[in-house]
């Protein structure tokens, strides 16, 4: 390597003293690019994207689990090619760019010449990932490393953390209030959001998007409404006024601004969230992610309502009895659920469909509708379109509807792996259950998701 680069120079050199070797480059002209000491590479964090003032700022300390990051190089030779591997605890990714005329990569500017993704990506290095995760401790920590002709130029580290410094955490565990309240530093009054899960039930999902967002700086209750203890076993008559009792656990706590109070699901999370939106005034807000706006039945029986309120059943779409669509190859039987949603709504009559419309313009609040137009585990987009056609109706400003582009039912938080999340393996479908989208698709989704949540806690 060393002596390659020595050889051009002694011929460039060579070349400027030759009068038959042509004449030399005009005064307008800028002599080639030479580094002046070794590569460098430096990891780049965005620690409020929805800010456009803001942008990618060189990481000072450990960013945000969730935050947006970057990897620019300089001081490369032009033309050479540099492979960037990347790692976070066992997963692992590479991609090989060619060198910019001013001996700069930028993967906010750069596609790559090859590796495991195509076009301009600047957070390729990260959803791309591939691997089996490391035991032991969860270290967020992503390492880069540049190689040219295999030798490593040069590293860069970016430590994260998965909590902000400062949280307070508190379990709830109080007849049917199950989860936990997180909030940030500082005395408050915080604004404040109620969330939870979907059709896997418990309290897993509603405490993890607590304890994120705390660390956006407003306060979380993340809850379950079925499948823990003191709650329904089932997706199945869940009273409504489970949540409106979570609601009410945050209005009367004196660190909480009750009229900044939003609500927050995914799936039949995102169903619910609209519920809640058109029923309870007290909130201000709702973020509804791979939603519905029609109400579906129960996860048990056909016949049996998901959601009751005041002990009366919410009509439901019917069943039309259609089965879902299976495939098979040498890994198994795939199956997609998307095409029953559809047959339900085209075999229900105006009156049915009706009645299990929820009325979304009610809500006190904006509403914020996200989804993937290739969601395949139910049609989000055509179903939170349903909700949007309401708002649109009723001449609202201020609610926003993005469906996705390639992105399909698993549009989650930013800041791991993408691999495999077109696709989950349920035992209880008999195969894989396919839920949409490409690890691409499901990324930027999930990172303009984040991005246009952060932006509707702003206006809390």
Do not use: K
């Not at 129960?298 to 069943?319: E, Q």
């Amino acid at each position: 390597m060393i002596a390659r680069r020595t050889l051009l120079v002694r011929v460039l050199g060579a070349a400027a003293l030759c009068s038959a070797c042509g004449p030399a480059p005009g005064p307008s002209e800028p002599p080639p690019f030479e580094p002046d000491g070794p590569p460098v590479l430096t990891v780049l964090v965005d620690p409020d994207p929805e800010d456009d003032a803001q942008g990618f700022v060189p990481a000072a300390g450990p960013a945000r689990y969730g935050d947006p990051f970057t990897v620019v190089g300089e001081d490369f030779w032009p033309g050479d090619h540099v492979t960037l591997d990347a790692e976070l605890y066992g997963l692992a990714t590479s991609a090989t760019f060619e060198v910019q005329d001013d001996g700069t990569i930028d993967l906010r500017r750069d596609a790559p010449i090859e590796g495991a993704w195509q076009d301009v990506d600047a957070e390729g290095l990260l959803w791309s990932m591939d691997g089996t995760t490391d035991a032991g401790t969860l270290d967020l920590t992503v390492t880069v490393r540049a190689l040219v002709d295999g030798e490593e130029v040069a590293s860069a580290a970016l430590a994260r953390r998965y909590l902000d410094d400062g949280l307070t955490i508190e379990p709830v565990a109080d007849g049917t209030r199950r989860g936990l309240l997180a909030l940030p530093p500082g005395d408050g009054p915080f604004a404040a959001v109620l969330t939870f899960g979907g059709s896997e039930g418990g309290t897993g999902s509603g405490e993890f998007n607590a304890m994120y967002l705390a660390s956006l700086g407003v306060a979380a209750l993340g809850v379950g409404y079925f499948g823990a203890t003191g709650l329904p076993s089932d997706l199945e008559r869940v009273p409504l006024e489970i949540l409106e009792d979570d609601l009410a656990l945050l209005t009367a706590d004196p660190r909480i601004d009750p009229e900044r109070v939003a609500v927050m699901g995914g799936s039949r999370g995102g169903e619910l969230a609209l519920l809640l939106g058109e029923r309870f005034p007290v909130v201000r807000g709702v973020i509804a992610v791979v939603p519905s706006g029609l109400v579906w039945g129960a996860t048990t029986s056909l016949d049996a309502a998901a959601w009751t309120d005041d002990d009366v059943p919410l009509p439901f779409v019917p069943s039309s009895g259609a089965a879902p669509a299976v495939t098979n190859d040498l890994l198994g039987s795939h199956v997609r659920f998307r095409d029953v949603f559809l047959a339900d709504i085209d075999a229900a009559s105006a009156t049915a469909l009706d009645a299990a419309t929820i009325r979304a313009e009610q809500a006190a609040g904006p509403v914020l509708l996200l989804a993937g137009d290739d969601d395949q585990l139910w049609p989000s987009c055509v179903l939170a379109q349903v909700a949007m056609d309401r708002l649109l109706a009723a001449g609202r400003s201020g609610d926003e509807l993005l469906c996705f582009p390639d992105a399909g039912h698993a549009i989650g938080m930013p800041g791991w792996s993408t691999i495999g999340t077109d696709e989950t393996y349920r035992a209880d479908v008999g195969g894989f259950m396919v839920l949409g989208g490409t690890p691409q698709g499901n990324a930027r989704a999930g990172r303009a998701a984040d991005t246009a949540i952060r932006a509707m806690l702003r206006r809390l």
